[in-house]
């Protein structure tokens, strides 16, 4: 017959081993819970952090027009649900456009000057930034009938030339170019962005133009390209910005963030752009 004193001792071992569990139970479903919680969280920060979707407005330089559409169906690409939308135009009228409330989330301009009317005025968020460079050339009809070779040339009796409007960037290069070689031309018409002093050549309704060398390429065999060496002395800087107002922040970041990458630089470099 078992004593009580020995029947005591054994519910008490009892019971703190049951306690004991318990503890262990409770400390180990808490540990869980923590690190489950923790990566729920890290997961979640995660996911919030990378997920873009919507609409991005892009206003961009016209001279950007190929390469940045381009660049926009390997966003949308890599980016299911959203969906890249262009303005391309003058710098100087896109800047005038977001001063006035545009719904725009980036901006890329084709020279420092025109991204200033815009950080002027308080529009951009942060700094911008210069992602490519762009030269000048002479975009003559094809197989270059009137034998121009030289910037020079085109001051010749009877030649019809565009250029673009001295506001804009490409006209105020070609302007700097000129002055440098103490030049004086007269154009039969200023034109409001690079694309359009292009197509007056392409039209056959212009002999020649001074437009970027990127406008040249893709123009293809529609015109042909003659190099000048003052080209030089003109480069333009092309600065690109997310702006305060931007209506989808994340996914303007994430479009900036490919333009500046290794692939969006390829595609750039590609069209005939200069890396920054």
Excluded: W
Aim: charged share 20%; hydrophobic share 40%.
């Amino acid at each position: 017959m078992i004593s009580r004193s020995v029947r005591r001792t054994r519910r008490t071992l009892t019971v703190v081993g049951l306690g004991t569990a318990a503890l262990l139970t409770l400390s180990a479903c808490g540990s869980s819970d923590s690190s489950g919680s923790s990566d729920t969280d890290t997961s979640a920060s995660a996911s919030a952090g990378t997920k873009i979707s919507g609409t991005v407005n892009v206003f961009a330089a016209a001279s950007l027009k190929e390469s940045f559409t381009t660049l926009g169906k390997q966003f949308e690409k890599e980016h299911p649900g959203t969906e890249v939308t262009f303005n391309f135009g003058g710098s100087d009228s896109l800047a005038a456009g977001i001063n006035s409330g545009a719904p725009a989330d980036v901006f890329a301009a084709a020279s420092p000057k025109t991204m200033k009317i815009v950080t002027d005025a308080g529009g951009a968020a942060g700094d911008p930034s210069t992602f490519v460079r762009n030269q000048l050339e002479i975009a003559t009809l094809p197989g270059n009938p009137d034998k121009v070779a030289s910037l020079k040339d085109l001051t010749k009796s009877g030649l019809k030339v565009v250029l673009c409007d001295k506001t804009v960037p490409c006209g105020a290069a070609a302007q700097k170019a000129l002055d440098a070689s103490k030049l004086k031309l007269t154009p039969v018409s200023y034109e409001q962005d690079v694309k359009s002093a292009l197509t007056k050549v392409e039209l056959k309704e212009a002999d020649a133009a001074v437009v970027y060398q990127t406008d040249v390429k893709s123009a293809g065999d529609k015109v042909e390209g003659v190099n000048f060496p003052e080209s030089a002395d003109a480069i333009n800087d092309y600065p690109i910005a997310l702006l305060k107002k931007a209506p989808n922040t994340a996914a303007a970041k994430a479009f900036i963030d490919l333009v500046k990458s290794p692939d969006g630089q390829k595609a750039l470099t590609a069209a005939g752009f200069l890396e920054p």
